[in-house]
Structures are given as C-alpha cells and as structure tokens.
C-alpha cells in the first residue's frame, strides 16, 4: 500500500528537510483548482444582491462598501492559498493547521457585515469550530503517538493499522467536518452564505468540499481498508 | 515497539492517563456549554475543551510534539479573538432592536384558506411521504418534504398550532450526520457496504425531507424585519 490511491501514482517528492511533500495528479488537481480559484477570486468585483420583500413587490438592493470588500477579497485570497496548502501538503499536522486557517478566515470573511441573524450564525460557527479543534489536533496526536510520525508518506508504508490509528483518523475526521462547517454543523454555515459580496463567499463553500476530499484521502492513508 | 528503551516505562505509562484527562476536560467544557446560556461564558468555557486539546497533544511528550503544541496554542488564541469581535459587532448591532415579538409558524403575506387544506391534508400528506420514503434519496426526500410541508401549512390555515421549525431543521441535522457517517464507513469498513449505502440513502432522505423547515425559518425573519 502506498499513497498511489486513487488511480493515481506518484510524481515525485519535494523533501524539505523534516517536511516531504509528496506530489500524486489527485493533490495537484485539487491544489490548482484552489489556486485557480482563488485567482479569480483575486480579480472579481463582489455582486450586488437584490432581496425580494416578502408580503410586496418592492425589492431592495445590498451592496458592499468599499472598506469591506477589500478586507473580505484580503481575506478570501487567504482562505484559498490555505486550501491549496492543504490539498498539497504531506504532513497530517500541516493539514489540522491549515484547516483551522480556513475556520478562522471564513468566520473573518462574514465578521463585517451588518446583518444581525449573519453574525449570530459566524458566531455559533465560531464556537464549533474552536470545540472541534480538539478532536482535530487531539486525533493527529493520537495518529502521532501510536505510529511515531505524522508524514504521510511514512505513514502509508506501514504495513498495519492499530486500532489508536484508526480512532485518531476517526477524530481528524470529526474535527474536519467541525471546522468546515459539515454534518450537523451545516445550519450555521447556511446562514453565513446569505450575505451579500458572493464570489468571496463561494471560497468558504469551495474549501469545505476540498478539504473533506483530501480528509478522505488522509483518512484511507492511514487505515488502508483495501 | 516505537518508544525507544532509553525512556523509562513509568512516563510512557503516563500517556494513556494524560489522553483520559484531556478528554474527560473537554467533555466538561461540553457538558458546561449545554447548560449554559450567556454567550459570552459560552465562549469562555469554549476555550477550556481548545486547552484540553492541547492535553492531548502535550501526552504524546517528544519533540516534535512540543514543537506541535505552540501552533495549536496560536490558533486557539486566533480563534477566540475572531469570535469575541463578532460577539462584540453582534451585541452592538442587537442594541435598538427589540426582542420577543410573537410570530406565526408560517408567516404567509396573504390568507390561503383553501378548501383541500380543510378535506384532503392527511391523506395527500401521507401518499407524498410514503412515495418518497420508496424512492428514498434526494428526489424521495423533496418528495416527501413537499408532504410534510403541505400537512403543516394546512393544520395552520385550520388554526391548529403545530411544533417549531428550529427542531425540524435540528433532525435534519442529525439525518445528514447518518448520510456523512455512511460516507464513511464506505471508505473505513468497506466490507459493510450495505449498512454504508442504507445510511446514506436514508440520511440524505430525511434531510430533504425536513429541509422544508428552513423554508419557514426564513420566512419568519423576513416578518421580524418589519
């Protein structure tokens, strides 16, 4: 069993003394879709939504102000350089900080705006993303104590898996799925997507559908079911 | 074994209570957080489990575990920054609108007494549903969410109160986290694929299903801007 999973197979290695990243079609894919991304994040102007009022014909047009926007796009561009790092990189605690990058920044993206019942959902996200970083560190510590090492690499040559790796892989997997808003998290991160300023708020979607792919990965490194 | 026989067994007896400890700490804080209902102590108690991560990490007790903790250490500090400065934006936008109006179940703009609300509600209500809980999946689960939608709208135009919709979007929540937990042990436990399938299937079904509660959420804010 090595990192060759999913129909792909090694292109290589960029050792960086402790820190060896490895590079199979799978990550690059995914590390450029985030980079291309974030690209035309970068360039776009933020929509301007037109809400329906209930109950008349009116409607009634949202716009972001100037000072926002820059600071949103700011931290938008950073939201998805820390996906493109979490999709490339080869070291399970690289992968927890990256995650708990991205929880920071969206909670960062939608701090700004004005709506009352936005903020009460960025703030109810907030907490879950600072309760699941707990399983999240806890369980690459779990995977580090019961296998000596968090590289991946290393990781998937082991021939067995122990029931500790398995429970640790189990909690990354909680913990991904608390800091990217999934499961039964997802209401919060529902609300926070209703302001207005799109494009950088399709980041915050994007990285959690990223991330959950590359924790799949990580998750069938470490447990080799097949 | 992985732990060198120059440390001695007493401290790597140590790692098995140190792990119990963080968890049962962050199990505190959780407990602390249910019964809590100020959101700032909310967010005080929040930082105890992000400590007893780093419990769990600090367990591991080699190098690159210590070296491990202080990113940790930094996120949290990161993350309850950024969510005291929504708490604080938030309360300060909350200030001037005032709290406690009722409002209706399904808030309609216009009155819709319409003759099959009074005969048929049941009946319709209980075809849809049992339709979609054959099909199951996302179609069944629209399917039979269009039912109950249906059944509730016509107990409200017959005057009958009906539960909340905060609970219904509560157990589509736990209905995904079947779906996500299917994903899963399709990836960890393949040889369990029926229960993987029949979890995801059914998952995704009462989801949609009660997907139609966030309907009437949203329906009930735009009345409270009024």
């Given at each position: 069993m090595d990192v060759s999973i999913l129909g792909a197979h090694l292109l290589g290695y960029i050792p960086l003394g402790d820190i060896v990243l490895y590079m199979t079609p799978f990550n690059l894919f995914m590390f450029a879709a985030a980079l291309a991304f974030t690209f035309l994040i970068a360039i776009s102007k933020t929509e301007a939504q037109v809400e329906a009022e209930f109950g008349s014909l009116k409607d009634r047009e949202v716009r972001v102000g100037r000072a926002e926007f820059k600071i949103r796009r700011f931290l938008a561009i950073v939201c998805g350089l820390a996906t493109a790092g979490a999709m490339i990189t080869g070291d399970l605690f690289d992968f927890t900080l990256f995650i708990c990058l991205i929880g920071i920044v969206n909670i960062g993206i939608v701090?700004?705006?004005?709506?009352v019942d936005v903020l009460d959902a960025a703030y109810q996200y907030g907490l879950i993303a600072m309760m699941a970083s707990l399983p999240l560190f806890g369980g690459a510590a779990l995977v580090l104590a019961s296998?000596?090492?968090?590289s991946l690499l290393q990781i998937a040559q082991l021939s067995s898996t122990t029931p500790m790796m398995l429970l640790g892989s189990i909690l990354v997997f909680l913990g991904v799925a608390g800091e990217s808003g999934v499961?039964?998290?997802?209401a919060t991160k529902a609300e926070m997507f209703?302001?207005?300023?799109?494009p950088f708020l399709l980041i915050i979607h994007l990285s959690s559908l990223l991330v959950i792919v590359r924790a799949i990965e990580i998750m069938l490194i470490i447990n080799k079911p097949f | 074994m992985i732990v060198p026989d120059v440390v001695s067994p007493v401290v790597v007896a140590l790692y098995t209570p140190a792990v119990i400890v963080g968890i049962v700490a962050g199990l505190i804080g959780l407990l602390g957080i249910s019964f809590e209902k100020n959101d700032l102590h909310i967010l005080i108690l929040t930082d105890l489990v992000g400590i007893a991560m780093l419990v769990i990490v600090a367990a591991v007790g080699t190098d690159l575990a210590e070296s491990l903790i202080l990113p940790g250490l930094v996120v949290e500090l990161a993350e309850i920054l950024a969510i005291s400065e929504v708490l604080m934006s938030r309360e300060m936008r909350k200030n001037g609108t005032k709290e406690g109006k009722h409002v209706p179940l399904v808030p309609l703009p216009?009155?819709?007494?319409?003759?099959v609300l009074h005969t048929a509600p049941v009946f319709i209500s209980v075809i849809l549903i049992a339709q979609g809980a054959f099909m199951s999946g996302f179609t069944g689960g629209a399917v039979a969410g269009a039912g109950i939608l249906f059944y509730v709208l016509s107990r409200t135009v017959r005057g009958v109160p009906s539960g909340m919709w905060e609970g219904i979007a509560g157990a589509s929540g736990i209905a995904w986290c079947f779906w996500l937990a299917g994903f899963m042990v399709f990836f960890?436990?393949?040889?369990y694929w029926l229960l993987a399938l029949f979890l995801a299937a059914f998952g995704i079904f009462i989801k949609v299903t009660f997907k139609a509660g966030l309907i009437g959420v949203l329906g009930r804010e735009e009345f409270k801007k009024e």
């Open positions: 701090a700004a705006v004005k709506q296998t000596g090492t968090i499961a039964p998290f997802f209703r302001t207005p300023g799109s | 216009m009155k819709m007494d319409m003759e960890v436990f393949p040889q």
